[in-house]
């Protein structure tokens, strides 16, 4: 059996959303210093919509693909359905990443909710129940 899927190929090798948001609505940077994978998220939102969404990554492919297909699935969605995004749907949607690789989905899941996290602390108005 192939250690990695097509879909994980496939996001490694053409990586959606790349690149940076100049003036994005919230950023988000983690890292884990065990495996020296970083991660850096940009959103741009409007009327609590994801309209794009951007990201840096600097580690290793299943990093990437799952930073890739995380963008994917929060593009164009609702804050609040992006707020629940699990790594656990990232790694599905992937179709599967090795065990030792779960955690590079966990970082993508961390990634966005830290952008999020910052776009509601520069619009604390917006979060719900505010």
């Given at each position: 059996?192939?250690?990695y899927s097509e879909k994980v190929m496939?996001?490694?090798?053409n990586p959606r959303n790349v690149g940076v948001i100049e003036n994005a609505?919230?950023?988000?940077?983690?890292?884990?210093a065990k495996c020296g994978d970083i991660m850096k998220m940009?959103?741009?939102?409007?009327?609590d919509i994801i309209v794009d969404v951007k990201f840096e990554t600097f580690?290793?492919?299943?990093?990437?693909?799952s930073s890739s297909m995380a963008t994917e699935m929060i593009k164009g969605k609702p804050v609040a359905e992006a707020m629940r995004l699990?790594?656990?749907?990232v790694a599905e949607a992937l179709d599967?990443?090795?065990d030792y690789k779960m955690h590079c989905s966990v970082l993508a899941?961390?990634?966005?909710?830290?952008?999020l996290d910052d776009y509601y602390a520069k619009h604390p108005e917006k979060k719900e129940g505010a």
């Open positions: 059996m192939a250690l496939d996001h490694f090798r609505d919230g950023v988000g940077q983690v890292g884990n940009y959103l741009k939102i409007e009327n580690g290793c492919g299943s990093a990437i693909a699990t790594n656990r749907a599967g990443l090795p899941e961390e990634a966005i909710k830290s952008a």
